[in-house]
Nanobody, 117 residues
Framework: QVQLVESGGGLVQAGGSLRLSCAGS????????MGWYRQDPGKQRELVAA???????NYVDSVKGRFTISRDSAKNIMYLQMNSLKPEDTAVYYC???????????WGQGTQVTVSS
């Protein structure tokens, strides 16, 4: 079992910045990939950024150059630094941890990010 708790969401004006945190606990040593997803009401949940324990990092095109994902494996915390925020970044942001080898996929409860124009 893995437990994930997000924090850091809030209301910010366009052009501003926020940093999201995801604190993991439980069987984190088995986690291979951690990522941030977001979902707006009425839309599908989409991958924002992901990082693997082998160092691979991936971003959705719309956030490249603005968002930075990082992971402190020693502390079991993942971050998403979000700069130059746009109204279209408004969504609930979810933390995800998965292992293909051990066959698990866990989600946090989500944190709301609202960007006003």
């Amino acid at each position: 079992q893995v437990q994930l708790v997000e924090s850091g969401g809030g209301l910010v004006q366009a052009g501003g910045s926020l940093r999201l945190s995801c604190a993991g606990s439980g069987d984190m040593v088995r986690v291979y990939e951690m990522g941030w997803y977001r979902q707006d009401p009425g839309k599908q949940r989409e991958l924002v950024a992901a990082t693997t324990s082998s160092g691979y990092i991936n971003y959705v095109d719309s956030v490249k150059g603005r968002f930075t994902i990082s992971r402190d494996s020693a502390k079991n915390i993942m971050y998403l630094q979000m700069n130059s925020l746009k109204p279209e970044d408004t969504a609930v942001y979810y933390c995800n941890a998965k292992s293909y080898r051990y066959g698990f996929d866990f989600w946090g409860q989500g944190t709301q990010v609202t960007v006003s124009s």
